[in-house]
């Protein structure tokens, strides 16, 4: 673990306790490293309409890129569970969008898991899918 990766945990967990989830209760918090150097956080923002839930990580990304940043470099994501909390299938999908080549998980108890975008969504439908 690199020591960008302590800072997004550290930001994820700050931003976590921002979360809204009055439905679920499972507070998330994530964080982004752009290329320049900023570190952006966001927390999970559920809805009384349950599919409109935006997820910690979709948060964190849409927050550094509507911010300018154009290469996102890492992904940070923290919630309390028995293991590292791993990305849901849409996070993944936006994921693999913007290239986060490195991918960190953790809980509050300090467990770490690290992954490849590679590992995290293999056989992605992404842009160069899209024949026009
Ligand atoms: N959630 C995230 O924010 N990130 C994940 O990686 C998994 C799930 C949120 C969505 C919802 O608000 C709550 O956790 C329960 O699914």
């Known amino acids: 673990m690199t020591e960008n990766d302590k800072k997004l945990i550290a930001e994820a967990k700050r931003v976590r306790e921002f979360a809204y989830c009055p439905y679920s209760k499972f507070a998330v918090g994530a964080a982004v490293l752009g290329a320049s150097g900023e570190i952006y956080?966001?927390?999970?923002?559920?809805?009384?309409?349950?599919?409109v839930t935006n997820c910690a990580e979709r948060t964190a990304i849409y927050n550094a890129v509507s911010a300018g940043e154009e290469d996102i470099l890492a992904i940070a994501v923290v919630a309390e569970g028995p293991e590292p909390v791993p990305p849901c299938g849409a996070c993944r999908q936006v994921i693999e969008e913007f290239r986060i080549p490195h991918i960190v998980m953790a809980n509050l108890a300090d467990e770490v898991k690290e992954m490849t975008l590679g590992e995290l969504l293999p056989g992605a439908f992404s842009a160069e899918n899209i024949i026009e």
């Open 41 to 51: 956080g966001g927390c999970n923002i559920e809805n009384a309409s349950f599919s």
